[in-house]
């Protein structure tokens, strides 16, 4: 059989949110890829290890690497990513390639593969560039699941569908017919940039993790509240992963 590499969806930082299948996974794997530079990624990393040390039964061959840092400057955005992924793509196909024939590797991605997530389309560079392997994906807990489950609320209305989109995006407004949106990806707080009437926001940063924080209440009353605490948060961990609902009431 060729080489094989499974993504596994490890969830929002509690290493109890890892599924069966993914603990399944795990133990199969011959090697682990753990990206590691910043400090983002350190803490992302001291979660994977804990789950390595909590779940895998055997002793596991694994291989830490830093990941290229993406230009912000650049001013296409588009651009800017594009020619970031390239960079991991090439790092992704020499450790890929140095892989036995036979042998699986894995990499432990935060939340779910296939929401906001770019492992999936590097690896499709990485295929691009003659590299031979099969993939496997294994579902994870989402920050959408994360979020409603640690408020206790439903994600959509009754009957009505969820707009899922970036801060970037909702800088140039509320999106067309929406009725509940929830944001990932909001380092501009765009929440604090809206029109507020009539909204309400349900905030959660570490979501699952131990120094989880949560606040919801109408938008008007509760945005810089958000506000200063993401920037308090930011600073005393030196990073911050943080997913909002607003819905209109």
Not at 108 to 128: A, E, F, K, M, N
Not at 234 to 248: K, P, S, T
Request: aromatic share 6%; with cysteine.
């Amino acid at each position: 059989m060729p080489r094989q590499l499974v993504l596994i969806g490890i969830g929002t930082g509690n290493p109890e949110h890892l599924t069966v299948e993914g603990i399944n996974a795990l133990e199969r794997a011959d090697v682990l890829f753990v990206p590691t530079k910043g400090e983002e990624k350190a803490a992302l990393a001291a979660v994977r290890r804990e789950i390595v040390a909590r779940y895998r039964t055997r002793p596991l061959n694994t291989i830490e690497f830093a990941l290229p840092v993406r230009d912000t400057a650049n001013v296409d955005y588009k651009a800017g990513v594009v020619g970031w992924h390239a960079e991991i793509s090439a790092q992704y196909a020499a450790m890929i390639g140095a892989m036995g024939p036979d042998e699986t590797g894995a990499l432990l991605v935060w939340g779910d593969p296939g929401l906001y997530d770019s492992t999936l389309r590097i690896l499709d560079c990485v295929r691009g560039e003659g590299i031979a392997f099969s993939m496997k994906v294994v579902p994870g807990i989402t920050a959408l699941q994360a979020l409603t489950a640690a408020f206790a609320i439903p994600l959509n209305t009754i009957g009505n569908p969820v707009t899922i989109t970036t801060g970037r995006k909702l800088l140039h407004g509320w999106p067309d017919g929406a009725d509940s949106v929830v944001v990932m990806l909001d380092g501009q707080k765009s929440f604090a940039k809206l029109d507020s009437e009539g909204l309400h926001i349900w905030w959660g940063a570490y979501v699952g993790m131990e120094q989880q924080m949560l606040i919801e209440g109408p938008l008007a009353d509760v945005a810089e509240k958000i506000a200063l605490a993401r920037d308090h948060a930011r600073a005393e961990h030196g990073w911050i992963m943080d997913v909002y609902l607003l819905r209109r009431v």
